[in-house]
């Protein structure tokens, strides 16, 4: 190890009565290991302990890893954590999913303790000097978990903006319910969710409006409109104008 501190290991597991064998050897070869069986009070130890990795379960009750780890890649104090996902999923998209996240393995349960304590060494021998020499300004410590939720919820909209999740899917992909997300949406941005999405799939459809090469039929459907002619009214309520009109205003200006 680069360091001469013990490795601290936080392990989020809401099982914790088959991860004794693990922790011991853990122990036995030098880790400084802290657990939790909860999702939402490991995401909060998180922060506490600043761990050099952590080890999570996909599927935990009160809130998924994914979420857990959406949430861990918005905060300045914890995106650089490595997570190893703890999972006995065979599906490819969940797997997907958490590598696209920045999760940077999967340990299929059931598993060998040697097994899962071999790849957290080798990703702590990979990271642990660069996170150990970096650190954090004022500014980036102030962020709170309101603007942490609130940037993974932006993050889920913008990559999914022409087929955005519900309000309460989006919600509890950040770890939270819907209710506390509205209110997140209105004290940080001053409008709603659904407010939000217009907008965005507005301003999306004035940049591919600009490519004459796009049609109004394919920019209608990027920005998440049923058909043509329902994108063409609710742009010309926004604009004043078609998007025919508005592409050639555009062209006439370039």
């Known amino acids: 190890m680069h360091s001469a501190r013990a490795p601290r290991v936080l392990l989020i597991d809401d099982q914790p009565e088959g991860l004794g064998p693990l922790v011991r050897l853990m122990h036995s070869q030098g880790f400084q290991v802290f657990q939790s069986n909860s999702a939402r009070i490991g995401y909060q130890r998180a922060h506490a302990v600043t761990p050099d990795l952590i080890l999570l379960d996909l599927y935990m009750p009160e809130m998924d ?86 940037q993974a919820a932006l993050r889920i909209l913008e990559s999914r903006l022409s087929d955005p999740p519900s309000v309460m899917e989006l919600a509890r992909s950040v770890g939270t319910h819907d209710k506390r997300l509205l209110r997140i949406f209105r004290a940080q941005l001053g409008t709603t969710v659904s407010a939000y999405i ?4 507005m301003e999306l459809a004035r940049r591919l409006l600009r490519n004459d090469s796009i049609s109004i039929e394919e920019v209608a459907a990027q920005s998440g409109f049923r058909n043509a002619a329902n994108f063409s009214t609710s742009f010309r309520r926004e604009e004043g104008l078609s998007p025919r009109q508005y592409r050639q205003r555009c062209l006439a200006e370039s």
């Open 65 to 150: 890893g994914l979420a857990v780890l959406r949430l861990l890649r918005e905060s300045p104090e914890t995106r650089e954590i490595p997570v190893i996902f703890l999972s006995s999923t065979s599906s490819i998209d969940d797997r997907l999913s958490g590598f696209e996240l920045g999760a940077v393995d999967f340990v299929s349960k059931p598993y060998m303790p040697e097994e899962v304590v071999a790849r957290v060494r080798v990703h702590l021998g990979r990271t642990l000097q660069v996170t150990d020499s970096k650190g954090l300004t004022d500014t980036d410590t102030n962020l709170c978990q309101d603007e942490v939720m609130l």
């Open 198 to 201: 217009r907008q965005s799939r």
